[in-house]
């Protein structure tokens, strides 16, 4: 029952919307979804009509019988918190696709600089192209770049195609431009009879240059961060609690506010609020 009812809402959201959703079609695509792009679409609106349903249920109970609202503001209540509830599940279902775009981005171009290195590697051993693909995908520790390449492993083993068609087939859906960059030189290398070693000896270098840049950067970023550390979280606060220390020997309030207040709203509340910022923003800055 379960699947004919997501075959169902799958139809008839692709019928509906399917213009309104061809952005999130193509973010299905190239964030290589497990499930495919008009069974994801079905359990989107499979799962809005059960919540528009229990969820009205529920706050018309909530309302009419426990708290004993008027019927009309029952209605009114009801309704708004069901939609909001619904909308914030579709929101969740429509968002997902692109969180796990930008999450297999990142992970491909950070993992960039090791996996054409380890590719670069192991091709200076003779080993043919198909096996340097599959040792590739092999290598968990990669990340999203191993996932790439077994991708294509698959490709040319369950489905018989060759090692240009299935590298074709990867760079059209890779979330990362750079990425499909490199694999599309991969193929004109290979098509072109050039010499693969040499073309991932290039870009074994060129990866590592930027990766060099951008420790260079990270390094700049992250003294900055150091210097506001210091300053703002550690000297700033310090200096404030004892300036409010010394000056409660001459009065127990400032501004009216009872000076015992302010250091533990500051040591207890504004601190660690401050920290949990910092550490946000700091998690934002990778190399």
């Known amino acids: 029952m379960y699947p004919e009812l997501i075959q169902f809402f799958g139809k008839w959201g692709t019928n509906t ?6 952005p999130l079609k193509e973010l299905c695509e190239k964030s290589n979804l ?27 109970y909530l309302f009419l019988v426990f708290w004993k609202f008027s019927f009309l503001s029952a209605i009114a209540s009801a309704i ?11 929101t969740a279902f429509y968002l997902y696709p692109f969180s796990r775009y930008q999450q297999q981005k990142e992970s491909l171009e950070r993992n960039m600089v090791f996996g054409i290195s380890y590719m670069n590697i192991i091709s200076k051993s003779g080993v043919p192209l198909q096996n340097i693909i599959y040792s590739t995908s092999r290598e968990k520790g990669l990340g999203e770049f191993s996932e790439e390449f077994e991708r294509a492993h698959k490709y040319i083993c369950f489905t018989g195609k060759d090692i240009v068609s299935s590298l074709r087939e990867v760079a059209n859906r890779t979330p990362s431009k750079r990425f499909k960059d490199f694999v599309e030189g991969l ?32 390094t700049s970023i992250m003294s900055v961060f150091a210097d506001v550390y210091i300053v703002f979280l550690l000297i700033a606060p310090l200096c404030v609690v004892s300036i ?37 923003v700091l998690s934002r800055f990778k190399i």
Do not use: H, W
């Open 187 to 218: 193929i004109a290398a290979i098509l072109s009879g050039s010499n693969v070693n040499k073309y991932l000896s290039e870009e074994t270098k060129k990866e590592i240059g930027n990766y060099r840049e951008k420790g260079r950067k990270y």
């Open 244 to 280: 409010l220390s010394i000056f409660s020997l001459m009065d127990s309030s400032f501004m009216g506010v009872e000076i015992s207040i302010i250091t533990t709203s500051i040591v207890y509340l504004l601190l660690p609020a401050l920290g949990i910022i910092y550490l946000l």
């Open 17 to 22: 919307f399917g213009r309104q959703l061809q």
């Open 34 to 60: 497990s499930i495919i792009y008009e069974t994801y679409i079905g359990q989107l609106f499979f799962y809005c009509f059960i919540s528009l349903n229990i969820f009205l249920s529920y706050f018309l």
């Open 80 to 90: 708004i918190l069901t939609l909001t509830l619904t909308f914030i599940i579709a």
